[in-house]
């Protein structure tokens, strides 16, 4: 009886991670691509050689540290949306996150090898891995059932009346086109 009440909040939990997982795959593409075209590809090798010749520890300092400066834009989207400026609020708190997981993940490619010399760091890493292959499966018969209702196939009430509101919509266009 608690697994089925708790079920919805696993699958919402599932989907805020893989909505994470999915900004990191996204967004160090781009990443990677404003680096190409700013030099800061040079910026990436210093801070490469650099890393090479730091101790783990120090390396998750390297890791860490970036993130912190963008702790204040996101108390300033808290105040923001404290003083009503909902729009504004909201474009600060995303944009702060998008360029937190953007940095995080050009971090992450550059310090990876040395954090992942420390165990706990690899336990912990492999642990994320298989949460997020865990989450995946929770997930994906819940999208494939979405894409089967979008797009009419199934049998479900839902993919009926998808299926009869294109008919309606074919017929309406049908009907209205010009003689």
């Not at 699958?11 to 990191?24: C, D, H, K, Q, S």
């Not at 795959?25 to 801070?47: F, G, N, S, T």
């Amino acid at each position: 009886m608690l697994r089925r009440l708790l079920q919805p909040v696993w699958v919402l939990l599932a989907i805020i991670f893989l909505i994470e997982a999915w900004l990191w795959d996204h967004l160090e593409p781009i990443v990677a691509r404003v680096v190409a075209w700013i030099p800061l590809r040079a910026l990436k090798q210093w801070l490469a050689d650099r890393v090479d010749s730091l101790s783990p520890a120090m390396t998750l300092i390297v890791f860490v540290v970036p993130v912190i400066p963008l702790f204040p834009l996101k108390l300033v989207g808290l105040w923001l949306l404290a003083h009503e400026y909902w729009t504004s609020a909201v474009f600060m708190i995303v944009f702060a996150k998008l360029v937190g997981v953007g940095v995080t993940a050009f971090v992450f490619d550059v310090t990876r090898p040395k954090l992942l010399e420390m165990p706990w760091f690899e336990a912990l890493y492999n642990f994320v891995m298989a949460l997020r292959a865990k989450a995946t499966a929770l997930v994906e018969p819940i999208k494939r059932r979405i894409r089967e209702m979008i797009s009419g196939d199934g049998e479900g009430w839902a993919a009926r009346t998808l299926r009869v509101i294109a008919r309606f919509r074919k017929s309406v266009h049908q009907t209205s086109k010009p003689l």
